[in-house]
């Protein structure tokens, strides 16, 4: 039978003061132990440490949640752009996008088969954008957009969006999902007022 081992520490105790909020860094400072002493005591179970989430809740209670400055969000948000632009595949909204094609956009896309306009490109990729319809040689983008795209937050990303489409010199045209569902006739007379 092997004699349990006789520990520098009172690991009772420090699991305590780990429990009540203290970190690691602060119970090396105040037991005066370095950090392989308390890996060595996870392993042999005298220790358990806090799950990431668990930590993260604590973190959270004590200092609040970060705050950046407007200059710094303002910052990741032209990195993260840059970004984009080099890494098209990377694009959040087309990774977990399905390409499914919209009921309103059938109904467009049928219209545009039956009025016998051609030179249309359908989920035409350009840049880090996929237009919903797309006349490639015109540089005209027209989008269906679905109620979502009334929400603040979803019109500054269209906004975004077309801005750069339009640097890049393209014509963008917006029908509401609804105006295409119930009069795609005049969606289509609209657009060949472009054509």
């Known amino acids: ?57 604590l973190h959270f209670e004590k200092n609040g949640p970060c705050s950046q400055t407007k200059e710094t969000r303002e910052k990741i948000s032209v990195a993260r752009l840059k970004y984009l632009e080099n890494n098209p595949d990377k694009v959040p909204y087309l990774i977990n996008h399905s390409s499914k094609e919209s009921y309103p956009e059938r109904i467009f896309r049928k219209a545009l088969q039956s009025s016998g306009i051609t030179g249309w490109v359908q989920e035409y990729q350009s840049g880090i954008y996929r237009y919903d319809f797309a006349f490639p040689d015109l540089k005209i983008d027209v989008e269906i957009d ?6 603040k937050k979803v019109q500054r990303i269209d906004e975004r969006r077309d801005s750069w489409s339009k640097k890049n010199g393209w014509v963008v045209i917006r029908f509401p999902a609804k105006r295409v569902k119930e009069d795609v006739v005049s969606c289509i007379n609209e657009l060949k007022t472009y054509l």
């Open 1 to 57: 039978m092997r004699k349990k081992r006789k520990t520098k520490y009172d690991w009772a105790k420090v699991q305590e003061e780990y429990d009540a909020g203290l970190s690691w860094r602060g119970i090396q400072e105040k037991f005066g132990m370095v950090t392989s002493a308390i890996s060595k005591a996870m392993k042999r179970g005298d220790f358990v440490p806090r799950t990431k989430s668990e930590g993260l809740r």
């Open 146 to 151: 679905g109620s979502t795209h009334t929400s």
